[in-house]
Nanobody, 125 residues
Framework: QLQASGGGLVQAGGSLRLSCAASGRTFSRNGMGWFRQAPGKEREFVAAISWNGGLTYYTDSVKGRFSISRDNAKYTVYLEMNSLKPEDTAVYYC????????????????????WGKGTLVTVSS
């Protein structure tokens, strides 16, 4: 029900745009997020967006470089990634929250109910 795409191989300093297409209008009513998991590491929060796009949240390491947005008419969430660094290399997952419309603090994996299969982002130095 969530399909992430847009990953690939890019040089450090480059850009990528990830997309997450959701099936069903339910996804347009609640928060959505992006997480990533590097080899040998736990899945970590990257960015989240409230149901109407009015609020966005970012982990400190991507602030100023990444931008999350959504188009509810297309049931799609985007993650624009600029100034990519080798440490951004990971499988990126989009996730949908079926309960909350927005967050008071940085959300965790436990706030999200549906997960896409992930798309690999590799940043070479």
């Amino acid at each position: 029900q969530l399909q992430a795409s847009g990953g690939g191989l890019v040089q450090a300093g480059g850009s990528l745009r990830l997309s997450c297409a959701a099936s069903g209008r339910t996804f347009s009513r609640n928060g959505m997020g992006w997480f990533r998991q590097a080899p040998g590491k736990e899945r970590e929060f990257v960015a989240a967006i409230s149901w109407n796009g009015g609020l966005t949240y970012y982990t400190d390491s991507v602030k100023g470089r990444f931008s999350i947005s959504r188009d509810n008419a297309k049931y799609t969430v985007y993650l624009e990634m600029n100034s990519l660094k080798p440490e951004d290399t990971a499988v990126y997952y989009c996730a949908a929250d079926m309960v909350r419309k927005e967050y008071e603090a940085e959300p965790t994996i436990y706030e999200f109910d549906y997960w896409g299969k992930g798309t690999l982002v590799t940043v070479s130095s």
